[in-house]
T-cell receptor, first 115, second 115 residues
Framework: DTEVTQTPKHLVMGMTNKKSLKCEQHMGHRAMYWYKQKAKKPPELMFVYSYEKLSINESVPSRFSPECPNSSLLNLHLHALQPEDSALYLC??????????????FGSGTRLTVV | GESVGLHLPTLSVQEGDNSIINCAYSNSASDYFIWYKQESGKGPQFIID?????DKRQGQRVTVLLNKTVKHLSLQIAATQPGDSAVYFCAEKKGGGGTASKLTFGTGTRLQVTL
């Protein structure tokens, strides 16, 4: 399996809702990432997990809460979002090592609309 | 501050011609520079990378050139095909070496291949 699987593919939620985005990989990658991508813009890094521990938080608002329950799964819990949070949320994974460029494998994303 | 950006937002080329997509970076201690292709509705897909101590690297139909003197990165696609139509992002990668790295994307160029 060489894929990163994200569910759901599309999500519409109200500003008072609580929802979760899920990401799964079975490539044995020990680094996992959440990116946010607005239309016609590059992906922006949100969170990085190394060996299931949060290693980078790019000053993301607390209404986004990441979770890495095990080495294959990455969740993004959403609560009290704003319409401007509508975007494509991308998950990625990579190996961790030294001296080599271990490429990122991206999922196809969850298209989130906040109404 | 550090940034990775592109000169041209849209590039239109005829099928069979060569394409050149450019990227400028301002100040970086990146380990690798990477090109990604993103098709509509999909996540970024790795194309080719180049280590920061190299000038040129070739892949299948693609070549990446790195000019550290002027902080410039380019992607050359030979014999451009309709399937090459997509948005192309340059990205810089820092860190790793035992922990997860940090991948930062540039602003993107849309490549349109005309028949």
């Amino acid at each position: 399996d060489t894929e990163v699987t994200q569910t759901p593919k599309h999500l519409v939620m109200g500003m008072t809702n609580k929802k979760s985005l899920k990401c799964e990989q079975h490539m044995g990658h020990r680094a996992m990432y959440w990116y946010k991508q607005k239309a016609k813009k590059p992906p922006e890094l949100m969170f990085v997990y190394s060996y299931e521990k949060l290693s980078i938080n790019e000053s993301v608002p607390s209404r986004f809460s990441p979770e890495c329950p095990n080495s294959s799964l990455l969740n993004l819990h959403l609560h009290a979002l704003q319409p401007e949070d509508s975007a494509l949320y991308l998950c990625a994974s990579s190996q961790i090592g030294q001296g080599e460029n271990y490429g990122y494998t991206f999922g196809s994303g969850t298209r989130l609309t906040v109404v | 501050g550090e940034s990775v950006g592109l000169h041209l937002p849209t590039l239109s080329v005829q099928e069979g011609d060569n394409s050149i997509i450019n990227c400028a970076y301002s100040n970086s201690a990146s380990d690798y520079f990477i090109w990604y292709k993103q098709e509509s509705g999909k996540g970024p897909q790795f194309i080719i990378d180049i280590r920061s101590n190299m000038d040129k690297r070739q892949g299948q139909r693609v070549t990446v050139l790195l000019n550290k003197t002027v902080k410039h990165l380019s992607l050359q696609i030979a014999a451009t095909q309709p399937g090459d139509s997509a948005v192309y992002f340059c990205a810089e990668k820092k860190g790793g070496g035992g922990t997860a790295s940090k991948l930062t994307f540039g602003t993107g160029t849309r490549l349109q291949v005309t028949l």
